[in-house]
């Protein structure tokens, strides 16, 4: 197919100003055929009216609700025309080439399910993010990533396959995501991407590491480094993610970690830093699994004649 349609889809969140950067250099796109749809996560104080002013060209959806990251591109997914979804954060600026190379990849490869570009720290001297994942350690219950803080010198520019994507970046087809399932809506923020790709895996599908398109990410603008729902729902999640995902002793060594080495270790040094909130988030997540949630119910899209 000649320049498939691409749906890149992104999430606003009290971020107008931050979401235009990133619209601003979709303008500068050298792939011809893409459309824009940005999904407001229910905003309490910020107006998301000045992305539809400054960018037409972006549809957007205002949501009711926050319906957290996962659900925040469900939305955006369903309103998609695209061949392919591009899912970006809105703390993002992109290269130009970024959908010629990504298309490609897919286009060269029907096996490929899910991809990511190079992800570049924004404002850093090409410090790297992510190029590639080496998957998540079966006796931690952690994931490697490839050349973290590394400065891009070239020394990871060969595309292949990979155990994981990153979240700020990732691209999906379209049909993959009617046979895998949309994001899984459980999670709310963080590790819904990982378990995703997990999914599309066990569909028969590779993901894959496009080291000639590049992204430059600004990192957690919209929740902060620092805050008390990022403590929450990065143990919750983590331990969300083994329990979906992991089997025997994967499971009970990822699982006997974190709870007695990562949760103890977290728990002292809030402890010692008087930091008694994020004691009590951390907390917080781990007792929600004791509450009887289902956590294998996934959704799909419906399927269509066309």
Same mark, same amino acid.
């Given at each position: 197919?000649?320049?498939?349609?691409?749906?890149?889809?992104?999430?606003?969140?009290?971020? /107008?100003?931050?979401?235009?950067?990133?619209?601003?250099?979709?303008?500068?796109?050298? *792939?011809?055929?893409?459309?824009?749809?940005?999904?407001?996560? +229910?905003? #309490?104080?910020?107006?998301?009216?000045?992305? &539809?002013?400054?960018?037409?060209? &972006?549809?957007?959806?205002?949501?009711?609700?926050?319906?957290?990251?996962?659900?925040?591109?469900?939305?955006?997914?369903?309103? +998609?025309?695209?061949? %392919?979804?591009?899912?970006?954060?809105?703390?993002?600026?992109?290269?130009?080439? =970024?959908?010629?190379?990504?298309? /490609?990849?897919?286009?060269?490869?029907?096996?490929?399910?899910? &991809?990511? #570009?190079?992800?570049?720290?924004?404002?850093?001297?090409?410090?790297?993010?992510? @190029?590639?994942?080496?998957?998540?350690?079966?006796?931690?219950?952690?994931?490697?990533?490839?050349?973290?803080?590394? #400065?891009?010198?070239?020394? %990871?520019?060969?595309?292949?396959?990979?155990?994981?994507?990153?979240?700020? /970046?990732?691209?999906?087809?379209?049909?993959?995501?009617?046979?895998?399932?949309?994001?899984?809506? =459980?999670?709310?923020?963080? *590790?819904?991407? =990982?378990?995703?790709?997990?999914?599309?895996?066990?569909?028969? *599908?590779?993901?894959?590491?496009? @080291?000639? +398109?590049?992204? *430059?990410?600004?990192?957690?603008?919209?929740?902060?480094?620092?805050?008390?729902?990022?403590?929450? %729902?990065?143990?919750?999640?983590?331990?969300?993610?083994?329990?979906?995902?992991?089997?025997?002793?994967?499971? $009970?060594?990822?699982?006997?970690?974190?709870?007695?080495? +990562?949760?103890?270790?977290?728990?002292?040094?809030?402890?010692?830093?008087?930091? $008694? @909130?994020?004691?009590? &988030?951390? $907390?917080?997540?781990?007792? $929600?699994?004791?509450?009887?949630?289902?956590? %294998?119910?996934?959704?799909?899209?419906?399927?269509?004649?066309?």
């Amino acid at each position: 197919m000649l320049n498939p349609l691409v749906s890149i889809i992104s999430i606003n969140y009290n971020q /107008a100003a931050v979401t235009c950067a990133m619209l601003e250099s979709l303008r500068h796109l050298t *792939y011809p055929n893409y459309e824009v749809i940005v999904v407001d996560n +229910a905003s #309490p104080t910020e107006d998301p009216s000045p992305i &539809a002013e400054q960018f037409p060209e &972006a549809r957007l959806i205002r949501s009711t609700v926050n319906l957290g990251f996962a659900g925040g591109n469900n939305l955006g997914i369903k309103e +998609a025309k695209g061949d %392919y979804c591009l899912f970006l954060n809105n703390d993002t600026e992109v290269a130009p080439n =970024l959908l010629d190379k990504l298309v /490609a990849a897919f286009e060269q490869n029907k096996k490929t399910g899910i &991809a990511s #570009p190079k992800i570049i720290f924004h404002g850093t001297n090409q410090l790297i993010q992510y @190029a590639g994942c080496e998957g998540i350690n079966p006796w931690t219950g952690r994931g490697t990533v490839v050349g973290y803080l590394e #400065p891009d010198a070239g020394q %990871y520019d060969t595309s292949h396959t990979t155990s994981l994507i990153h979240g700020a /970046a990732m691209m999906v087809p379209t049909h993959v995501i009617k046979q895998a399932g949309l994001m899984p809506e =459980l999670y709310f923020l963080y *590790y819904e991407e =990982l378990d995703w790709c997990e999914m599309i895996k066990r569909m028969g *599908y590779q993901s894959y590491y496009e @080291a000639g +398109a590049t992204v *430059y990410h600004k990192e957690s603008t919209s929740v902060g480094q620092g805050s008390v729902m990022r403590t929450y %729902y990065l143990n919750r999640n983590r331990l969300l993610f083994i329990r979906r995902n992991s089997r025997g002793w994967h499971f $009970w060594s990822g699982f006997l970690f974190f709870l007695f080495v +990562a949760v103890p270790k977290n728990s002292a040094m809030y402890a010692v830093r008087n930091q $008694w @909130a994020h004691l009590r &988030a951390l $907390w917080r997540g781990l007792g $929600w699994h004791l509450r009887g949630h289902n956590i %294998y119910q996934n959704h799909f899209l419906p399927h269509t004649s066309s």
